[in-house]
């Protein structure tokens, strides 16, 4: 590798770097967000919120690539630009192209190497991640007793406290319905005090009853009548354990996830795309058939004569003619409605099996197009940062912004005209890059060619003489 090679690439892999880790924090930030009230008050340790976001920054990489890239590409070739250093490299006699070749191999090897990520780390992080997230929301939230308000958390009890001291543990005029036996409210517990902690490494939670009376509805039935009896127990202390099993995190088994399109490879989707593709084929080969029995076909005799005439009516034969007819309109009516309604559900339940297949076909280029539009940015960012000459966190990241939305947006048009069947899955999907292709090449030939279209300076000089001549 030349002097020339290890200078552009120490240039760039700083920036990279940065500008990698700040938008995979970002972009994971941002979507973490989404399930925030689901993660907080569930006490479950450091260890399993780190091991969640290990997984999803995992899952955002792919995302987080194209920008991290287009960020730097315009900051490193902005930055030499400013510096005047890419001049002095022009004016050696080494072209733009040669210039940019050391960046474009790392870019392509990039590229290659987050589609291998793509298709074969990020859907087993998906797995994980969405598996544990599933078992974090089913998992209680820690106990918050609240004064004054009925605490249900506790499997076959309801709790209520009055009053909580400052020591954190002890409790006045606490009520206790206990279910456990069944019916309704069979057992109340009145306590004037008490004392609330855990045992056995948190396995258990403790209550300490002070001063208090038991209740218990003797009536086996259930349910209150007139020859209903109460039992009043006093106790001076009671104590009663609760087990916390319920607030534990219990782990599904990871392969009842496993059919979701996000957690397969390619291979894996083909096989389903092309089960769902044969599937709406046949459903619509079927159609003919499964319609025909709400047709009621009239049979007419239309034999004629041995001697070659018309079958003749008898016209004094006992017929209504009118009754006939109208008889008939009704009976085609509801036909036809039948038809109607049979038709739309068969439709709808072939458009579903068709967008289903599309999903999955969509995931399927989604591996690849990801892949790609990190040769794109890094086409539309090293010519545009040679071109603007401008180096840092300030045009580099506005410039970024517009053209990371402009992707986003005409991947996500794309992506939804896909699995509406609106466009071609190959075609919606690569969509978003094909538009943004020539823009790249459109830079690259305006920095190869010193264009001075689009430099800032330029445009200053433009604005300021049009400001003089209204003057």
């Not at 045992?199 to 939670?205: G, S, T, W």
Request: hydrophobic letters at 45%.
């Amino acid at each position: 590798m030349k002097k020339l090679d290890k200078l552009i690439i120490r240039s760039f892999i700083g920036p990279f770097i940065l500008t990698f880790a700040v938008v995979e924090f970002i972009l994971l930030t941002q979507y973490m967000l989404k399930y925030l009230d689901e993660l907080v008050g569930k006490d479950l340790g450091a260890s399993i919120f780190g091991e969640l976001l290990f997984y999803f920054s995992l899952n955002m990489a792919p995302v987080a690539m194209p920008l991290a890239v287009l960020l730097s590409s315009l900051m490193t070739f902005g930055t030499l630009g400013e510096h005047h250093e890419l001049t002095a490299i022009k004016t050696s006699g080494i072209a733009l192209p040669r210039i940019l070749r050391p960046v474009f191999i790392f870019a392509a090897l990039l590229s290659f190497g987050a589609f291998f990520f793509n298709n074969n780390i990020v859907p087993k992080a998906n797995l994980k991640a969405y598996s544990l997230l599933w078992d974090i929301r089913q998992t209680k939230p820690t106990m918050n007793f609240k004064e004054g308000a009925f605490y249900n958390g506790l499997p076959g009890y309801s709790i209520k406290i009055n009053e909580k001291l400052g020591d954190g543990g002890s409790v006045r005029d606490v009520m206790i319905y206990d279910h456990t036996m069944g019916g309704n409210n069979t057992k109340v517990i009145l306590a004037d005090s008490g004392r609330m902690f855990t045992q056995h490494n948190d396995a258990y939670l403790v209550l300490e009853l002070f001063d208090g009376n038991i209740y218990v509805n003797q009536d086996d039935a259930g349910f209150r009548s007139s020859s209903e009896q109460f039992v009043r127990q006093r106790f001076d202390e009671s104590r009663i354990m609760f087990s916390l099993s319920s607030f534990d995190l219990n782990r599904t088994r990871e392969e009842y996830f496993s059919e979701n399109k996000m957690m397969k490879n390619i291979n894996e989707l083909n096989v389903v795309t092309d089960s769902l593709t044969k599937m709406a084929v046949e459903e619509k080969d079927k159609y003919i058939t499964n319609v025909d029995p709400f047709y009621m076909y009239l049979k007419v005799d239309t034999t004629r004569s041995k001697f070659g005439g018309r079958v003749t009516i008898d016209k004094e034969a006992d017929l209504d003619l009118p009754a006939v007819t109208a008889n008939t309109l009704v009976m085609a009516k509801n036909k036809a409605r039948n038809i109607r309604t049979f038709t739309a559900s068969y439709i709808e339940r072939v458009n579903s099996t068709v967008r289903e297949s599309n999903n999955y076909e969509v995931e399927i280029w989604k591996k690849y197009t990801q892949s790609a539009s990190i040769l794109i940015m890094f086409l539309i960012g090293a010519p545009l940062g040679a071109i603007i000459k401008k180096g840092g966190l300030g045009v580099p990241v506005i410039i970024s912004i517009v053209f990371f939305i402009v992707m986003y947006v005409l991947s996500i048009l794309g992506e939804k005209w896909a699995e509406e069947s609106l466009l071609p899955v190959p075609v919606g999907m690569w969509m978003s890059n094909a538009i943004l292709l020539p823009i790249g090449l459109f830079f690259l030939y305006q920095a190869r060619h010193d264009s001075s279209l689009l430099e800032l300076d330029v445009w200053r000089k433009i604005m300021a003489r049009l400001k003089r001549n209204k003057l």
